[in-house]
């Protein structure tokens, strides 16, 4: 059982009382609570065994003939002998004729391996961010990014904007374990993809945001959320994750093709409401629309993100000159 389930807040309402209710009065099985209650069974016994204890109604099963039925067994000396050599797991392993597991198996059995302890995938969830932080969070949640059901952050990008894709782990790192991976994949018209995805820890500020954004299980515009959250910072990171600038036009694009329609007009008043800026919700393909703002307020949406746009994305500002000046320095 490697998770931490009393980091997980949101199963704090499974008392000691309330299991002793429905497990030993209600006689109900672990399975028949979750289900109850809709967890996983492993949260069950958690909280039952590890976080209070209450002893099981039915006698552990267990194998008499376990050690008599080994096939892999080795002595402490010859397994002391063996670490001194600095032999790793792997080789241990293979002069045993067995799996690595077998071996860490038996070694922990001998008291000469210590359990590792593992990265909880909670151990962020109450770290303190800064409204910088949340406010990338917030923005990039428009674009790019979106929050899993255990409530943490995760993006991917192009290869291409792997500058701009490091830079967003960097304003994470206090929440994340700063690794990443690649990905392939195909595109729609047949071309070839690699990408880099990264994903934080579980954090009660994406708690917040996965309630707000995903009511129903999938992302929506949360207008009197962003009406209260959003400022210019967050706005920027909406913007450099999915806007555009089209230097004929000169107008300013939110590739708001992940929303639906409704969430569109939410969008159009957001922007009317806060800034006076007005936009419009053009068809790219059927049921796609983005939005598309007018020249005069194009002009006024990029000096008002202007200051908070990092150098690699400073291409999507219109800004050529700059861009040029920080790729070559690069």
């Avoid at 009382?17 to 967890?39: F, G, P, S």
């Avoid at 008599?68 to 797991?89: D, V």
């Avoid at 943490?152 to 374990?177: E, G, P, R």
């Avoid at 007009?265 to 598309?292: P, T, V």
Wanted: glycine letters at 6%; charged letters at 25%.
């Amino acid at each position: 059982m490697n998770k931490n389930y009393e980091n997980i807040h949101r199963y704090d309402f499974l008392t000691k009382d309330l299991l002793e209710e429905e497990y030993v009065h209600n006689k109900l099985t672990d399975k028949q609570i979750a289900e109850k209650y809709n967890m996983p069974s492993k949260v069950v016994v958690w909280r039952k065994r590890k976080k209070f204890g209450i002893e099981n109604r039915f006698s552990a099963k267990s194998n008499k003939n376990a050690a008599a039925n080994r096939k892999f067994e080795i002595s402490k000396i010859y397994a002391e002998s063996l670490l001194a050599k600095g032999k790793s797991f792997k080789e241990i392993a293979k002069v045993m004729g067995c799996s690595v597991i077998v071996a860490k198996r038996r070694f922990k059995e001998l008291g000469l391996s210590k359990e590792q302890p593992q990265l909880a995938n909670f151990s962020f969830f109450d770290i303190v961010l800064s409204d910088y932080q949340k406010q990338f969070l917030t923005g990039s949640l428009m674009g790019d990014g979106g929050i899993t059901p255990h409530n943490a952050y995760y993006c991917t990008h192009s290869v291409k904007q792997s500058d701009y894709f490091f830079h967003k782990m960097d304003v994470l790192s206090s929440i994340s374990s700063n690794k990443f991976q690649r990905t392939k994949g195909v595109a729609p018209n047949g071309t070839k993809t690699e990408g880099i995805h990264f994903a934080t820890g579980s954090h009660r500020f994406c708690e917040e945001l996965r309630t707000a954004f995903y009511p129903n299980g999938k992302k929506i515009f949360p207008y009197d959320f962003i009406r209260e959250h959003l400022s210019e910072t967050g706005l920027a990171y909406w913007f450099m994750d999915d806007g555009s600038y089209h230097q004929k036009n000169q107008a300013v694009s939110l590739h708001t093709e992940g929303f639906n329609f409704c969430d569109l007009i939410s969008m159009r008043q957001f922007f009317k409401e806060r800034w006076g800026w007005d936009c419009r919700a053009n068809n790219k393909r059927s049921h796609q629309f983005y939005l598309r703002f007018i020249k005069e307020d194009s002009q006024k949406f990029i000096e008002k993100v202007r200051s908070h746009i990092v150098p690699s994305m400073l291409y999507k500002t219109g800004d050529t000159e700059a861009y040029l000046k920080w790729k070559t320095a690069h």
